[in-house]
């Protein structure tokens, strides 16, 4: 009898204990839940906006004036190259689900570019870059048979077009009151025209026959063309082509005839195609170094200043200007560069 008491005890333990764990379960799996919806934040509904940027510059300039008044979320990370950029299920439902996504455009995103033109996406689009081209402000670069140039953000007169087209849209879409909007707009292209008038300053203290600029891909052709550069790069405007034996050859010429102190590497991009440069100028006794490493399609580390547009080109201005024998300070336009040199 005793041994029968002490079983049906046990057994009602058990019982206890197995209801609690299972209610533990199922208030972890509700939990769990909330914190992967993207419209809440540490299991709080976020009931803002929610804006979709494909790469870090269009999501800058979009947070510049959306401030606190939207969520926006960036696609592709520090580092990696939008060309070459294939998007995850996680990219689909976040482009799907959004309130507006904000692209580059001009086939900068590769891949991204099948997802954007869905019918539940593409009502929704934003196209900073074709915008600042129809805008009639700011002639786009061709190269080759008819490939158009994507990156206008090295260019900060050109991209204050698109803060003023990304503005347009953000009030018409009564992200927050027009004069809230339209005073952050103002206070970013403070930001902007300063950053142009130290490019344009230090970029004009390079010696006048060191003035090009050799990379390892084509992206700077707007910063050429605003601050009189010649730009060449290894590779075209995409990075889903290997640079050419030929290309190399040409670019080795020009470095030994035009005595080009350095060339630059990009941080999304392999550095084998610049080091095969470096080591066929030197072997004609050209005296070439790696001039630094430039963003192009993606800024630095987020949380550094570098991984903000206006970090991003400082760094670029900066490091172009000191490599090729011009005069700007170490730490750059505010001090704030972190990854000089």
């Given at each position: 009898?005793?041994?029968?008491?002490?079983?049906?005890?046990?057994?009602?333990?058990?019982?206890?204990?197995?209801?609690?764990?299972?209610?533990?379960?199922?208030?972890?799996?509700?939990?769990?839940?909330?914190?992967?919806?993207?419209?809440?934040?540490?299991?709080?509904?976020?009931?803002?906006?929610?804006?979709?940027?494909?790469?870090?510059?269009?999501?800058?300039?979009?947070?510049?004036?959306?401030?606190?008044?939207?969520?926006?979320?960036?696609?592709?990370?520090?580092?990696?190259?939008?060309?070459?950029?294939?998007?995850?299920?996680?990219?689909?439902?976040?482009?799907?689900?959004?309130?507006?996504?904000?692209?580059?455009?001009?086939?900068?995103?590769?891949?991204?570019?099948?997802v954007l033109n869905?019918?539940?996406?593409?009502?929704?689009?934003?196209?900073?870059?074709?915008?600042?081209?129809?805008?009639?402000?700011?002639?786009?670069?061709?190269?080759?048979?008819?490939?158009r140039d994507p990156?206008?953000?090295?260019?900060?007169?050109?991209?204050?077009?698109?803060?003023?087209?990304?503005?347009?849209?953000?009030?018409?879409?009564?992200?927050?009151?027009?004069?809230?909007?339209?005073?952050?707009?103002?206070?970013?292209?403070?930001?902007?025209?300063?950053?142009?008038?130290?490019?344009?300053?230090?970029?004009?203290?390079?010696?006048?026959?060191?003035?090009?600029?050799?990379?390892?891909?084509?992206?700077?052709?707007?910063?050429?063309?605003?601050?009189?550069?010649?730009?060449?790069?290894?590779?075209?405007?995409?990075?889903?082509?290997?640079?050419?034996?030929?290309?190399?050859?040409?670019?080795?010429?020009?470095?030994?005839?035009?005595?080009?102190?350095?060339?630059?590497?990009?941080?999304?991009?392999?550095?084998?195609?610049?080091?095969?440069?470096?080591?066929?100028?030197?072997?004609?006794?050209?005296?070439?170094r790696i001039g630094?490493?430039?963003?192009?399609?993606?800024?630095?580390?987020?949380?550094?200043?570098?991984?903000?547009?206006?970090?991003?080109?400082?760094?670029?201005?900066?490091?172009?200007?000191?490599?090729?024998?011009?005069?700007?300070?170490?730490?750059?336009?505010?001090?704030?560069?972190?990854?000089?040199?």
């Open positions: 009898e005793k041994y029968f008491e002490y079983s049906k005890c046990m057994f009602c333990i058990t019982i206890f204990r197995t209801f609690t764990a299972l209610s533990a379960l199922g208030v972890a799996l509700l939990l769990a839940g909330c914190g992967n919806n993207g419209g809440e934040t540490n299991g709080v509904a976020d009931s803002r906006p929610h804006l979709v940027a494909t790469v870090g510059m269009v999501g800058d300039l979009v947070r510049a004036v959306v401030g606190e008044d939207a969520n926006v979320t960036v696609l592709v990370s520090e580092g990696i190259d939008p060309h070459l950029y294939t998007p995850t299920r996680q990219d689909v439902v976040r482009l799907q689900g959004a309130d507006a996504v904000f692209y580059n455009g001009l086939l900068l995103e590769g891949n991204l570019g099948t869905r019918p539940r996406v593409t009502d929704r689009t934003f196209a900073v870059s074709e915008k600042i081209i129809a805008s009639g402000k700011v002639e786009l670069l061709v190269e080759g048979d008819d490939e990156h206008l953000w090295m260019d900060p007169l050109a991209w204050m077009v698109g803060l003023e087209e990304v503005t347009e849209a953000l009030i018409e879409m009564k992200i927050a009151p027009e004069e809230t909007l339209r005073s952050r707009a103002a206070a970013y292209r403070a930001e902007l025209e300063a950053l142009h008038a130290y490019a344009e300053k230090v970029f004009a203290s390079i010696p006048e026959a060191q003035r090009v600029l050799i990379t390892a891909h084509d992206a700077f052709g707007y910063l050429g063309r605003r601050y009189q550069i010649e730009v060449r790069g290894i590779q075209g405007i995409s990075t889903d082509a290997e640079a050419g034996l030929r290309e190399i050859e040409g670019l080795v010429r020009l470095i030994v005839n035009e005595q080009i102190p350095a060339v630059f590497v990009e941080s999304t991009i392999a550095d084998r195609s610049v080091r095969a440069l470096i080591e066929g100028a030197r072997a004609r006794g050209a005296q070439v630094g490493s430039l963003y192009s399609d993606a800024m630095g580390v987020r949380g550094t200043y570098e991984g903000t547009y206006l970090g991003m080109i400082d760094h670029n201005v900066t490091t172009i200007t000191r490599a090729l024998g011009g005069e700007a300070p170490v730490d750059g336009r505010l001090g704030k560069l972190t990854h000089h040199e």
